[in-house]
């Protein structure tokens, strides 16, 4: 179809990412297995790389059943009881908790033994928050929308946090909306830079291009907000999770194409779906 094909430099493993599959591999080089609790990454192509070279993903109750074993902390961090039951259990945990999530749940500890009201703008159930949420005994109060606080008793102040790959604008207009509600907001934007950067960086290269492809895990709460970033820059916007989801009825011949993809997209996947245009 003579496509004229691009992946964006910028796009790909965040640091915290390349950091907690760093230390996996250099595990299973030397053991040949290890286990992770949860998914390494919110992307199945990547945890399916990893199971075959001996990664073992387990959940919470599989975790409490483990003894003496080796057992990955990746990178969305976990709550105090997962290193009480590790010491319980004798586990060796590898701790490859991003910083940024680690200073984060230092802040929003502190912030609880201040006696402060916490609201947490977050997905219920994610990892990330499942973790901060364990910093505080549960003692707070997590939405992902403004409009999930309609009717809520909101005292007159309170202390506003965010997970660590929620939108930006989002999170302020958050602040401005509760604002104006008359609440006293102590807000702290706790946003990884990284991911606030690529959606400044993914608004430019969405425009230069006639059409998009967005490649991420279906997983990913940062997939999705990147997605609706360039979705609203370039209408056509198509998002795959691999290669076999590709259409070739979106594309015209001489298109040009931008490839992009969220915090937890590996590069070899983009470049797979790379590949897969150029030869068709």
């Known amino acids: 179809m003579n496509l004229s094909v691009t992946i964006d430099d910028n796009s790909g493993f965040c640091f915290g990412v390349v950091y ?4 996996a591999e250099d595990v299973l080089n030397d053991k040949g297995y290890l286990y992770c609790l949860g998914d390494i990454v919110h992307n199945d192509e990547e945890v399916n790389r990893l199971k075959n070279k001996g990664l073992r993903i387990i959940n919470h109750e599989e975790f409490a059943q483990l003894r003496g074993e080796n057992v990955l902390i990746r990178a969305h961090g976990e709550p105090p009881s997962t290193y009480q039951i ?12 991003c910083p940024v999530v680690l200073k984060l749940q230092n802040r929003i500890r502190n912030s609880h033994d201040k006696k402060e009201t916490i609201f947490l703008m977050g997905k219920q159930g994610h990892a990330e928050v499942t973790g901060l949420m364990g910093q505080i005994k549960n003692e707070g109060h997590v939405f992902s929308d403004i409009s999930e606080l309609d009717g809520a008793d909101i005292p007159q102040e309170i202390t506003l946090y965010t997970q660590t790959t929620k939108s930006k604008a989002k999170f302020h207009e958050t602040r401005k909306a509760l604002e104006e509600r008359g609440v006293k907001v102590n807000a702290h934007d706790t946003i990884c830079s990284q991911v606030s950067d690529r959606d400044t960086e993914l608004r430019e290269f969405a425009r230069s291009y006639d059409k998009i492809l967005f490649v991420s895990g279906t997983k990913s ?8 970033v360039c979705k609203e820059q370039n209408p056509n916007t ?3 999770s691999k290669k076999e989801e590709l259409d070739l009825s979106w594309f015209q011949p001489g298109d040009k194409i931008g ?4 915090t937890s997209t590996p590069m070899w996947l983009m470049e797979d779906v790379r590949q897969a245009l150029i030869e068709a």
Do not use: H, R, W
């Open 259 to 262: 490839i992009c993809g969220a």
């Open 20 to 23: 907690a599959i760093e230390m």
């Open 238 to 240: 198509f998002f795959i």
């Open 221 to 228: 709460s940062n997939g999705k907000v990147l997605y609706n």
């Open 86 to 97: 590790a010491i319980q259990n004798n586990i060796t945990l590898i701790d490859a908790t």
